[in-house]
């Protein structure tokens, strides 16, 4: 990562990003520290070809790109969206709605909402990395008051406080911890 620097605020990710080529460098950089890799076979001898943004593989011959094998893979939207909403997502503690997002991309809120659930089932895999340090954790239930409910479910949840019909949410946030870098991804 010694090549990119990493934003520290919004207006500096989207800043950063807002070109194409810097925000493609960048993940590239990210994802493949020690150049370039296969995604199919595994093999670090490729031909890069820049003008398309892609490699090729000199032992399976495949093509890939940076996106191949990612939650970005087979979406048209640019890694100049990409980064920023990540930033976002991982920036906020109360979390961001597809019309918040779509309203700070410029995209639709169809395509914001995409992006959402593509960046939650990345960070939804298990990475087998550990916390370290200073750490919060925190937990809610999520789901709807029972004088929104229609009298039938009412009744049922509405003679106790209940987290019966509610989904459980429980986050954690690593604090900084001295001579770690921070992981935007």
């Known amino acids: 990562m010694s090549k990119h620097r990493v934003p520290r605020t919004l207006i500096e990710a989207v800043a950063y990003f807002a070109d194409q080529q810097v925000a493609h460098d960048f993940f590239v950089q990210l994802r493949w520290p020690n150049g370039a890799g296969c995604p199919n076979c595994g093999n670090a001898e490729?031909?890069?070809?820049?003008?398309?943004?892609?490699?090729?593989c000199k032992d399976c011959r495949q093509q890939f790109t940076a996106k191949t094998g990612t939650i970005f893979e087979d979406s048209p939207i640019s890694f100049s969206k990409w980064l920023p909403a990540i930033w976002l997502l991982t920036a906020t503690r109360n979390g961001t709605s597809s019309c918040e997002l779509a309203r700070a991309l410029g995209v639709t809120q169809k395509t914001a909402w995409f992006m959402l659930h593509r960046i939650r089932e990345a960070f939804a895999e298990d990475t087998g990395l550990a916390l370290e340090g200073?750490?919060?954790a925190d937990e809610t239930y999520i789901g709807g008051l029972t004088k929104n409910m229609n009298k039938k479910r009412r009744k049922k949840y509405e003679r106790t406080w209940s987290v019966e019909g509610k989904a459980a949410v429980f986050g954690m946030v690593e604090r900084n911890v001295p001579g770690k870098r921070m992981h935007p991804l």
């Not at 490729?46 to 090729?56: C, D, L, Q, T």
Request: proline share 14%.
């Open 134 to 136: 200073p750490v919060e």
């Open 46 to 56: 490729v031909n890069e070809m820049p003008k398309y943004r892609r490699w090729s």
